[in-house]
């Protein structure tokens, strides 16, 4: 089956802190990978996403790298703020077959 | 609309209660999701439409759980009977694409506690 596995949070950062965030998946196909972040009270944005192997998806300064030999999709940002504190969810979707395979989500605390 | 509503945002119901959640997707969506999110999970798909046809209901946990959108726009989720195991947030997605490899808007949800 498809599945995704991100890193147990909580992340605790200071700002400016580099923050690296690990997601792996398994999939039967070949998926589509999309990073979405949920703030407090808030629903889940699209925040970056590849759809093939090597592609870099970008965005507010996160990036995140197709590895398809790895199977892996983690999430970077250079120097994150009290700002970018929320949950982070990886996920994948495969074509042909439109819902999203969610992973558990990590929880981002960064601290002035 | 500007964005994904729905209603109501919180909703407590007793045991054995019906409940109905509904969903405003932007309009012109052409594709609508219903995913199910425990707490400290990740959402799970429940069901998915294009317009008004039901194309996969493969994630709805039993015949309790029902949804419609008959004009193609709203969408209403209907638990029957409600469990303890039904609390959770129940989050609506639409997009203006079939496929999903353009990302989905999402609501903010409606959290269900039953008690």
């Known amino acids: 089956g498809n599945s995704v596995t991100q890193m147990e949070g909580p992340v605790t950062l200071s700002e400016e802190a580099f923050l690296t965030i690990n997601c792996t998946y398994t999939?039967?196909?070949?998926?589509?990978l999309f990073w979405y972040v949920q703030y407090p009270g808030e629903g889940l944005q699209l925040l970056l996403k590849a759809t093939k192997a090597d592609d870099k998806g970008s965005n507010k300064g996160f990036e995140a790298t197709y590895r398809k030999e790895t199977t892996s999709f983690h999430l970077e940002k250079g120097s994150v703020q009290v700002s970018d504190s929320a949950v982070y969810f990886c996920?994948?979707?495969?074509?042909?077959?439109?819902?999203?395979?969610f992973g558990s989500g990590t929880r981002l605390q960064v601290q002035p | 609309g500007a964005g994904v509503s729905q209603s109501p945002r919180y909703k407590v119901a007793k045991r054995g209660q019906d409940v109905a959640l509904r969903c405003d997707p932007i309009s012109g969506h052409v594709s609508l999701f219903w995913y199910q999110q425990a707490l400290g999970q990740g959402p799970e798909f429940l069901t998915y439409f294009q317009n008004e046809a039901q194309l996969d209901k493969s994630g709805l946990p039993s015949d309790r759980f029902f949804a419609e959108r008959p004009e193609g726009s709203v969408s209403t989720l209907k638990i029957q009977r409600t469990q303890q195991e039904d609390s959770a947030v129940y989050l609506c997605?639409?997009?203006?694409?079939?496929?999903?490899?353009?990302?989905?808007?999402f609501g903010s949800g409606t959290r269900l506690t039953v008690v």
């Open positions: 999939a039967t196909g070949y998926p589509s």
């Open positions: 996920a994948l979707s495969l074509t042909g077959r439109r819902a999203l395979t």
């Open positions: 997605a639409s997009s203006l694409f079939l496929e999903g490899n353009y990302g989905y808007t």
